[in-house]
């Protein structure tokens, strides 16, 4: 049944995709592994959910090949989940061993997106930098204090907002895309490849 192995192969990609960049964060491995975890996510899966479909088809030669457009969602979805999966993965990981504390914002970097330096009022570096989607906006000057929720291993970006927006939902429905557009695109490879006759 080709279907089953099509199936199988988009719920390893897609799930693969999500579950690397969601881990990343959540389990304090050191920075290779979760830059090689990272790299698998957002490009390797995703470019494989396009191209082992397009490779296997054995009989049609290289010239007259066509990809299946459907295979172009769980590229584009696979990557978007790698990104939104990490950012999904930092606030678990904020959830889990987040710390509160008060910080003075000691650098900012507001060439494009902003970026706050942050130092604890006891002395100590935050890391990574808070984002201004976290709490860096336009008006936050150096010297400012706020309250900040960091994570002590310095893997997930801090926060200041107290809410906790999850995009749970949106995860869920590019996973589901992924897997069914992808199921789809490489049965219709496969098929074009068995009907393909020589002419």
Not at 123 to 133: A, F, H, Q, V, W
């Given at each position: 049944m080709d279907w089953v192995r099509w199936l199988v192969f988009s719920l390893v990609c897609a799930g693969g995709s999500l579950g690397l960049s969601w881990v990343g964060p959540v389990v304090p491995f050191p920075s290779a592994v979760r830059g090689a975890g990272a790299l698998l996510a957002i490009l390797v899966l995703p470019l494989a959910s396009l191209l082992v479909p397009l490779l296997t088809l054995r009989r049609v030669p290289r010239k007259k090949r066509k990809l299946a457009w459907q295979l172009i969602v769980p590229l584009t979805a696979g990557m978007a989940m790698g990104f939104l999966g990490t950012d999904a993965g930092g606030q678990a990981a904020l959830t889990d061993r987040g710390m509160w504390t008060d910080?003075?914002?000691?650098?900012?970097?507001?060439?494009?997106?902003?970026?706050?330096?942050?130092?604890?009022?006891?002395?100590?570096?935050?890391?990574?930098?808070?984002?201004?989607?976290?709490?860096?906006?336009?008006?936050?000057?150096?010297?400012?204090?706020?309250?900040?929720?960091?994570?002590?291993?310095?893997?997930?970006?801090?926060?200041?907002?107290?809410?906790?927006?999850?995009?749970?939902?949106?995860?869920?429905?590019?996973?589901?895309?992924?897997?069914?557009?992808?199921?789809?695109?490489?049965?219709?490879?496969?098929?074009?490849?068995?009907?393909?006759?020589?002419?």
């Open positions: 910080a003075v914002v000691v650098g900012m970097d507001d060439s494009g997106t902003n970026h706050c330096d942050l130092r604890s009022v006891d002395g100590r570096e935050i890391s990574p930098s808070l984002s201004e989607g976290d709490g860096c906006e336009d008006w936050v000057e150096k010297g400012d204090e706020m309250r900040v929720r960091y994570d002590p291993e310095g893997i997930a970006g801090p926060t200041a907002d107290r809410g906790s927006s999850s995009n749970g939902g949106l995860l869920a429905v590019l996973f589901g895309a992924a897997v069914v557009m992808g199921t789809w695109g490489g049965v219709r490879q496969s098929r074009w490849d068995r009907e393909y006759d020589g002419v």
